[in-house]
């Protein structure tokens, strides 16, 4: 199936589904003007992260890897109003845009954008959180997960992001340390016995890529 139709589809459903929005628009243009990439969420993976917040009931969220806040900006709409969500961000660029774009979206009272390396930042926060985002550095995901199970209680969804890499990942040999990082995550989940996990991948704007989701336990 060509690129080109999976992004019509794509385009199709967000009409139908998501409806405008001008305060996202508005963060994406805040983030193309600010010179950063454009390797957020697409709006529908956006509005998908908004609705497993939801599912779960999410009052705390923790993300990892910031950017200019699109994603945050979906995750944090689903909390309430004395809901917190921190997210990690190493770059203090692309954290001012964040906050402006976060504020801009009448979340700046939620929202708490760490700066730093998320690894530094981690261990100084306490948990639980009721779902964790890991969007980083993809090198360091075995790690962010497991800072993410401590950080977890029972019934908390952790979502890691781009772990299909438009199928490298299933290449055993592939020495790209994004893929390496995304098969070590996924040998860590596999022996993890506190979580269920699966994979959706996703086609779309984004291209081919895909979300890992782990449930923790009731019993862990
Ligand atoms: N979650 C964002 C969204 O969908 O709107 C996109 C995040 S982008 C894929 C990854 C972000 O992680 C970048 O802004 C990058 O600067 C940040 N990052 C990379 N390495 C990091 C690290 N070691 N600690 C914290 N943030 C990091």
Redesign the pocket.
């Known amino acids: 199936m060509e690129r080109q139709t999976w992004e019509r589809v794509d385009e199709y459903f967000t009409g139908q589904l998501l409806g405008p929005d001008p305060v996202l628009d508005a963060a994406q243009e805040a983030n193309a003007l600010a010179g950063l990439p454009a ?3 697409s709006p529908a993976q ?1 509005k998908l992260l908004h609705l497993l917040a939801r599912t779960v009931g999410a009052r705390r969220i923790l ?10 900006i979906w995750l944090a709409r689903a909390l309430p109003a004395d809901g917190e969500l921190v997210t ?4 203090p660029a ?1 954290a001012e845009v964040a906050r402006e774009n976060v504020a801009r979206a009448g979340l700046g009272g939620v929202v708490d954008v760490r700066v ?4 530094d930042t981690l261990p100084t926060l306490d948990g639980p959180f009721d779902l964790v ?1 890991i ?3 993809k090198q ?1 995901n075995a790690e962010y997960f497991r800072h993410a199970l401590r950080l977890s209680r029972p019934g908390t969804m952790i979502v890691v ?2 772990v299909v890499r438009g199928g490298r990942v299933a290449d055993t040999y592939n020495s790209d340390p994004d893929v390496r990082g995304t098969r070590e995550v996924a040998e860590v989940i596999a022996q993890e016995p506190r979580v269920d996990a699966t994979v959706v991948q996703t086609v779309g704007s984004k291209g081919y890529d895909g979300f890992l989701l782990a449930l923790v336990r009731q019993d862990a």
């Open positions: 390797i957020d969420v956006g993300e990892i890897g910031t950017l200019g806040g699109y994603s945050t990690c961000e190493i770059n692309h730093g390396p998320a690894i985002f969007d980083a550095d360091s992001d781009n």
